[in-house]
C-alpha cells in the first residue's frame, strides 16, 4: 500500500509526525497560538489538503488512498469532540469538519495529477 520509496519508513513516520502534530495544535489553548489574520476554516482546510496531498505521495492510489481520505475525516471529527471535552478556550463546530473534508478532497485530488509521484523521483524508489 506504500508506494516503493527509498527510505519509506522514515516517509511514513514524518507524515505521522505531521498527523500528531496537527493534533497537538488543534488541541492546545488558543491564547497559545499565533493569530495569523486567515479564516479558521480555511486554516483547517490548508493543514486537512497538506497532510492529504502527502498521502498520495506516500501511498498508492485505490483504497489506500480512500482509507487515510476517511482516516482523516475521522481524525478531524474526533478533534472537534476532543476540544468540546477536554479544553476550555476551544469548540466543537461542524463547520470545521466541513473545511477539514475540503482540504482531504484537494488533497487527495492530487492523485490525478502528474504531481502524484514526486517524491518517487525525489527520493528514488527502493532497490
Not at 485530488?109 to 532497490?127: K, N, Q, Y
Amino acid at each position: 500500500m506504500i508506494k516503493p520509496l527509498r527510505h519509506r519508513n522514515a516517509w511514513l513516520a514524518l507524515w505521522l509526525c505531521g498527523v500528531a502534530a496537527l493534533v497537538v495544535v488543534c488541541l492546545l489553548p488558543s491564547p497559545d497560538l499565533p493569530n495569523l489574520h486567515v479564516s479558521d476554516k480555511l486554516e483547517h482546510a490548508l493543514a486537512f489538503a497538506l497532510l492529504a496531498g502527502s498521502a498520495v505521495q506516500l501511498f498508492e492510489r485505490g483504497r489506500a488512498l480512500v482509507v487515510v481520505g476517511l482516516g482523516l475525516l475521522a481524525l478531524g471529527v474526533g478533534i472537534e469532540f476532543a476540544q468540546a471535552l477536554f479544553t476550555t478556550t476551544r469548540a466543537m463546530e461542524a463547520a470545521d469538519v466541513v473545511a477539514d473534508a475540503i482540504g482531504i478532497v484537494a488533497g487527495l485530488a492530487t492523485a490525478l495529477t502528474p504531481l502524484r509521484d514526486v517524491l518517487l523521483h525525489i527520493a528514488g524508489r527502493h532497490p
